[in-house]
């Protein structure tokens, strides 16, 4: 019967009877020391080779790197790398020493990523075909408590990094270099009043309370209350701003004064009390109401003929109505005719009935 092997260390189990004469040289080469690596020694495994993954030697009863207690990940790899471990039973101290994250994981599942210059212990299950960290600690997270790394100024001020602690001296530096802009976040300062109301700086903040103390003037953009309906009759507020609603509310500030018909003979038949209508000559009146209206400063009257006229028109052509008001007679003179007419009387104008109104605008 042949010599065998453990199944978990690889260690030569010798024939019984067997290996006479050589039992010893055996028994230290392929148990004693094999079983000495596996307890304590120390394999440096350089992962520089652009090999992905690294799978560790195994060999019944010689040396393999599988059976190493402690491995020391090596080298200048430029990437992750995963490091392939049989799926017995078995405890590993890694180091990783390069500057990539390496994964210590079993053919079938993923395993634990060992970080840059950091020592872990993990442990194979063969049951779970897969590699633990011993103690289990989890990367930490924002909802799992576990490991993190240091993040460096690089990382802090990149801001691209979700996995890494900043630290209060990385923090204070981050200013100096993430002024807020519109494209990128940063710190900002908060602008003083009158940075905001000259509004020419682009590099400060506005606090809900500076933007409420800019107030819009004639040549200031800015904050405006809405004015009360009784500082919109009044017409000398001159901070706030004026609303449909309380526009249409408002005093027209136009006030009537006398409204009349005038018949084409010129004797007025709605006439208010103290004036009168008369005819001068053809298309001619002259209205005289006495009502002391030399203090009014715009005084505006309409003047509306009636019926048609005597001579022919073309479609385009209006009557031309002339008003001049005397202030001293408190009158005013109504001229009725056509366009192209440039002298009065005679055919150029036609009597007509005809309606007035005149309205204080001042």
Request: charged fraction near 20%; charge should be negative.
């Amino acid at each position: 019967m042949a010599d065998t092997f453990t199944a978990l260390l690889r260690l030569v189990l010798q024939e019984t009877g067997g290996n006479q004469n050589v039992w010893g040289d055996i028994n230290n080469a392929s148990a004693i020391d094999l079983l000495e690596d596996s307890i304590a020694a120390r394999l440096d495994l350089d992962v520089t080779p652009a090999i992905d993954p690294v799978t560790l030697t195994t060999q019944n009863g010689a040396d393999d790197q599988a059976r190493n207690m402690s491995i020391a990940l090596t080298g200048v790899p430029g990437g992750t790398r995963d490091i392939i471990v049989p799926s017995t039973s078995k405890l590993y101290i890694i180091s990783n020493e390069t500057a990539d994250v390496m994964t210590i994981k079993t053919v079938a599942n993923a395993g634990v990523d060992v970080r840059p210059g950091t020592r872990v212990a993990v442990i194979v299950d063969p049951v779970a075909d897969d590699v633990f960290g011993v103690g289990d600690v989890p990367q930490a997270t924002e909802t799992v408590q576990g490991i993190a790394e240091l993040a460096t100024q690089a990382e802090v001020d990149a801001g691209t990094d979700d996995e890494r602690i900043v630290t209060p001296l990385k923090l204070a530096t981050f200013p100096a270099v993430n002024q807020a802009t519109e494209d990128v976040a940063g710190v900002a300062e908060i602008a003083t009043q009158v940075e905001t109301d000259a509004g020419v700086l682009d590099t400060k903040i506005v606090s809900p309370l500076k933007l409420d103390g800019r107030q819009s003037t004639t040549l200031l953009t800015g904050l405006a209350r809405r004015a009360t309906q009784g500082e919109v009759d009044t017409g000398t507020e001159t901070d706030a701003f004026v609303t449909p609603a309380t526009l249409a509310s408002a005093p027209t500030g136009a006030t009537v004064i006398f409204t009349g018909f005038v018949p084409s003979t010129g004797i007025g038949e709605t006439v208010p009390a103290g004036w009168s209508a008369l005819r001068n000559s053809i298309g001619i009146y002259t209205v005289t109401h006495g009502l002391g209206l030399s203090d009014v400063d715009d005084l505006i009257i309409c003047v509306t003929a009636m019926g048609e006229p005597a001579v022919p028109m073309p479609a385009s052509s209006n009557f031309i109505y002339g008003t001049v008001f005397n202030r001293a007679t408190n009158s005013f003179q109504v001229l009725l005719g056509f366009p192209d007419m440039g002298t009065i009387g005679g055919a150029e104008h036609e009597d007509h009935d005809w309606n007035f109104i005149a309205v204080d605008n001042s």
